[in-house]
């Protein structure tokens, strides 16, 4: 099976047999030429079945697109089996991220019998808590690119930064005192947030996955990183 799960940064072309091993290809979210993609990435997609979901409308849109010229078959996952396998009270049921469902499904089934604390650290940082067999609702905060960039944007004089770089608890130049700022604020948000939901569910596990998991997973208690959480789910929703 082959999987495209487009994010608002970058999009993964994965390929997995049993949903728990992919090969993945990372490209940066744009308007896609399978007649660039390296080998042998354009003969595996030939090969199939292709599922395809994201966060980007206009490039799952170019996705389909650019398979269809190239006679590839393309399905998308039915929202009806995540609606059978995660209850949940999100208004309107569509609008919950396909991130967010994949994540959630891959927690909802791989562990049945826990209640989860899901976060995935991307451009934008989803939190959320399924307990007591339910998505219980969660929060949704910019990622540490967007926070940097918000300030260079919102500012006169404050440089636009890279999150990469030491993060020091107090900074003594302008570049230090922005990334502890946001990091540190990032941080606090995930730590308030998982003391908060353990008030609803005190058993409850933390999984965390998305592209900045490794710099969060110090600040973190004891966690589980499940880099691969979002695919999983979404082979485990392609298979219905």
């Known amino acids: 099976m082959i999987l495209i799960a487009i994010g608002n940064t970058h999009t993964l072309l994965a390929e997995s047999a049993d949903g728990k091993h992919f090969a993945t290809l990372r490209l940066p979210t744009a308007v896609p030429d399978l007649n660039l993609l390296p080998a042998p990435w354009p003969e595996k997609l030939r090969q199939g079945p292709v599922f395809l979901g994201g966060v980007v409308p206009h490039a799952a849109q170019a ?32 609008s919950l991220g396909f991130d967010r469902r994949c994540c959630l499904l891959a927690a909802a ?19 959320g808590l399924y307990a007591q067999g339910r998505f219980q609702g969660g929060r949704i905060l910019p990622g540490l690119s967007m926070s940097l ?22 900074g003594n130049d302008t570049a230090a005192s922005i990334r502890s700022g946001v990091y540190h604020m990032l941080a606090s948000a995930l730590q308030g947030a998982i003391t ?45």
Request: one cysteine or more; glycine letters at 8%.
């Open 109 to 127: 089934l791989d562990y049945p019998h826990q209640d989860s604390i899901v976060i995935d650290a991307g451009t934008a940082v989803t939190i």
């Open 196 to 240: 908060q939901y353990r008030q609803c569910a005190p058993q409850a596990q933390i999984i965390l996955t998305g592209g900045d998991a490794p710099r969060f997973l110090p600040a973190l208690p004891p966690t589980q990183h499940i880099p691969q959480l979002l695919l999983r789910g979404f082979y485990l929703w392609a298979k219905g």
């Open 63 to 94: 996705w389909a697109q650019a398979l269809g010229h190239q006679g590839i078959p393309m399905r998308e996952p039915d929202p009806a089996v995540f609606q059978r396998q995660v209850l949940h009270a999100y208004t309107p049921a569509d």
């Open 149 to 170: 960039l918000a300030l260079a944007q919102g500012t006169a004089l404050l440089p636009d930064l890279s999150p990469d770089g030491d993060i020091p608890l107090l």
